[in-house]
């Protein structure tokens, strides 16, 4: 993996006008470094320091040193906030890379033997890539610069959930993402020139809305009864 590097001078003045003052006549990005056992740390980071590594693809699943005066640490960019309307950065987020320990990151998943997959090749189906990057953990040794998966033996209807990867020492994933199992890429039926996307209705989905009509259908019953029967009336600082 490789490591990018990043020049950063410490933030003295927190809060205020000093903020605005620094991103738009000084052109510097202000920003937090956090994490491990050390208190957090404001930095400034000047805006054309910041631009030669922002535009890397693998930003968020890379190793950043930063430099810091004389001194020097690992972090990962953990987010990186824009003016809604405007083309400026106006503050980013930075978190330690602490030995030992896992970090975060955000990573591509990539699509492998797209041209050979049966459910288009054979079947005529479109590839849908509903999931284009994912949550790992991992050591900061070990950090995926992609996700694969393998498209060749997929057929139209099929769905290729997170539970479908292959598992890896290297990293795992947080497990309220494993509890959700997201659907990564699935392949879609083309009906009359048009794209079935009912394909993408599993069955999990098919029963909690027949269960949740049932509720529904229970609730309106017994609502006069209860009516009937009640007295009440019843973004970061900087």
């Known amino acids: 993996m490789e490591t990018l590097k990043l020049k950063a001078e410490k933030r003295e003045e927190i809060g205020g006008l000093a903020p605005k003052k620094a991103i738009y006549k000084d052109n510097k990005v202000p920003g937090i470094i956090y994490g491990g056992k050390d208190q957090p740390q404001p930095i400034y980071?000047?805006?054309?320091?910041l631009l030669k590594i922002i535009s890397n693809e693998g930003l968020f699943n890379s190793i950043i040193e930063i430099e810091i005066g004389s001194e020097k640490e690992n972090v990962v960019f953990k987010e990186v906030q824009k003016h809604p309307s405007k083309n400026v950065?106006?503050?980013?987020?930075?978190?330690?890379?602490?030995?030992?320990?896992?970090?975060?990151?955000t990573v591509p998943i990539v699509l492998k033997n797209q041209d050979n997959c049966y459910g288009v090749k054979m079947e005529g189906g479109v590839i849908n890539h509903v999931c284009k990057e994912i949550t790992v953990l991992s050591s900061p040794e070990s950090i995926p610069e992609s996700i694969e998966v393998d498209m060749e033996e997929i057929k139209t209807k099929e769905n290729v959930r997170l539970s479908s990867l292959s598992l890896n020492?290297?990293?795992?994933?947080?497990?309220?993402?494993?509890?959700?199992?997201p659907v990564l890429v699935s392949v879609l039926t083309a009906r009359g020139g048009t794209l079935d996307f009912e394909d993408e209705i599993t069955e999990d989905e098919e029963e909690g809305t027949e269960e949740g009509t049932e509720e529904t259908t229970e609730g309106a019953d017994e609502k006069p009864a209860e009516d009937n029967s009640s007295e009440d009336s019843g973004e970061k600082s900087e």
Do not use: A, S
Not at 89 to 105: M, S
Not at 169 to 181: A, H, I, S, V
């Open 45 to 49: 980071v000047q805006k054309n320091e």
């Open 89 to 105: 950065f106006t503050h980013i987020d930075l978190q330690r890379v602490v030995k030992g320990t896992q970090v975060t990151v």
């Open 169 to 181: 020492e290297g990293y795992d994933f947080p497990t309220n993402l494993k509890e959700q199992d």
